[in-house]
């Protein structure tokens, strides 16, 4: 059990609202990408990186090192801005999002971004990487851990059910996968384009230990990555109930935020409310 | 002859691989006793991954795997290892060039009563066409095992084309197995016999009676699709003037294609293409299956005949 103090707490909720003012940042700056699903990220990551996980940017192909899998990729703005905060590379790189020749593509791609675990970006594909993962762990008797991120409009793909169960039926304690459950998707609300409610209930019956949390409350989250390192013989789902677009109000809880970049105005007003 | 399914093969040469080296882990989706995968799963079951029915997971939680350094072997049957997982093949293994070997068997016609469902007819095509991945098609069981060797040796994806039912051993455990080198069998003059998989021995047949009838045709068993090994493509086509290809897939995509593409820039030259014309399987004997498509040694020699006469 690590210990939550109110230092970490607030360490982790300051990383946050840097990685969201970088989100906005690199969004503006590329003029096109996914904002809303990337601010609804910012706090779990923030707490992965910053907190949980054991992992060392001036080796990022540690064999031991703790695993991050972005399934849903197009969530990549929120990792790159972790991974710059955390040293992985120079924070410059972010102004080169989707530029031609960057390494910081739409989609995370292993090969060219140090601290990207997998390449991800067509849904449902990270959750069953992550699965692989944490298999080769316990045949190798690695201790590292396996961390996924999946959106819940993502869940709708047959492939995440396919992985759900094989990461329960190999015991898979060393896997921990989050839910960011913002409710929304490109179309519209989950509900209204294909609901997978109800989703804890299906993590449960798939025979995950399952948590129900408020995605945006670092101690939350940090106790809930407590719980799952104490759970033995299978996987653990955190269900993060999150907002799409948190921290810029003209963003929240909008569905037109999922593939949208704010424009120069729009990220003003933005950086204005993150501070 | 002697006769050995590539499939048989397959499952001997993982075990020989598992022996050898421990990242080696193979993965299977409920259909190892066919694919003989169980072999491997009998002797290193720690090393061993059921998927269940689920092709898609298994081939993501192969990248998985290869991302931490093991080096995965997934199988299943062509059609459903190359097109229930198409797209987790290319996003997750070919896009970020991971070392999975996608081994499928029970591919082409061969796979007899079951039917055109699970006759897959289009996996080269597609295999193919994805940058970063070789496509291995062994003609016999003691290439299948040197190959299994190579490509475990060769970084990246590679798709490694097996069959169901048995066919002759056309070489002895001297020969060298290069990924993408392709193979001259038999010297000829007339013309060039290009083929791949249970088509290689059909070819040294027809090359042996179209001697008899004072044809003199090359073989070449062309067992990696690609790279394709377009130096020697050329030399044949200078030395011969017409290329003749047969392989158990479409026409569409598969080595045809591979091999006029070749032709068609560097030195154009009568070719006839054999194969299935754009048409689906369906149930009968392997046997009847080949004679009904024209996969058979009559039809490569009447072939080569017409062939030969549009130089």
Redesign the interface.
Known sequence: MREITDSSIQEVREKALLIRRDIIKMLGESGSGHTGGSLSAADILSCLYFWEMQINPQQPHQADRDRFVLSKGHAAPVLYAALAEKGYFQREELDRLRKLGSMLQGHPDMRKVPGVDASTGSLGQGISWAVGMALAGKMDNRNYRVYALLGDGEIEEGLVWEALMAAHHYHLDNLTAFLDHNGLQIDGPIEKVMSPEPVADKFKAFGWETLVIDGHDPHQIMAALNTARTIKGRPTAIIANTVKGKGCSFMENKAEWHGTAPNQEQVALALGELV | MEKQATRDAYGKALVELGRQYNDV?VLDADLSKSTKTADFAKVFP??F?N??I?E??M????????????VAFASSFAIFATGRAF??IR??LA???LNVKVCATHAGVTVGEDGGSHQSVEDIAIMRCVPNMSVVVPADGTSTRKAVEAIYHRPGPVYLRLGRPSVPILYDDNMDFRVGQGIELRNGTDATLIACGIMVAKCLEAADRLQEAGISVAVIDMHTIKPIDRELIICKARETGAILTAEEHSVLGGLGSAVCEVVCEEFPIPVHRMGLNDVFGQSGSPDELLDYYGLTVEKIIENTQILIKKK
Do not use: D, F
């Open positions: 882990v720690e090393r991954i998927a269940g689920a898609q997971n081939i993501g939680m192969a990248a998985g795997m290869a991302a931490t350094g093991k797209e987790i996003n997750s896009y970020a060039n």
